[in-house]
């Protein structure tokens, strides 16, 4: 069955940077779009950044710039390098599939 699993998360101070690591299992990794999402308390989850599998991305306004997405197709995992973090940042962090497929999640806390 189709897994992704998150890590990376933790506390920063503003300004730092985490990189997220997502290891997908159950599927012909190079061949999916992933995708990373992310959900702050009493907000709804939103696209944060995706890359399909020929290589193109597409992020959210509101972190281009700031964060990379890009994905080792021979470890089947994709990645998160966040940059320039932000309070506003601070959210629960998915890892995403097509097929309706998630991770449990890891939490990014951006403060000082």
């Known amino acids: 069955q189709v897994q992704l699993v998150e890590s990376g998360g933790g506390l920063v101070q503003p300004g730092g940077s985490l990189r997220l690591s997502c290891v997908a299992s159950?599927?012909?990794?190079?061949?999916?779009?992933m995708g990373w999402y992310r959900q702050a308390p009493g907000k709804e989850r939103e696209m944060v950044a995706v890359?399909?599998?020929?290589?193109?991305?597409n992020y959210a306004d509101s972190v281009k710039g700031r964060f990379t997405i890009f994905r080792d197709n021979a470890k089947n995992t994709v990645y998160l390098q966040m940059n320039s973090l932000k309070p506003e940042d601070t959210a629960v962090y998915y890892c995403?599939?097509?097929?309706?497929?998630w991770g449990q999640g890891t939490q990014v806390t951006v403060s000082s």
């Open positions: 159950g599927f012909i990794f190079s061949l999916y779009t």
């Open positions: 890359v399909r599998s020929g290589g193109s991305t």
């Open positions: 995403n599939t097509e097929g309706g497929h």
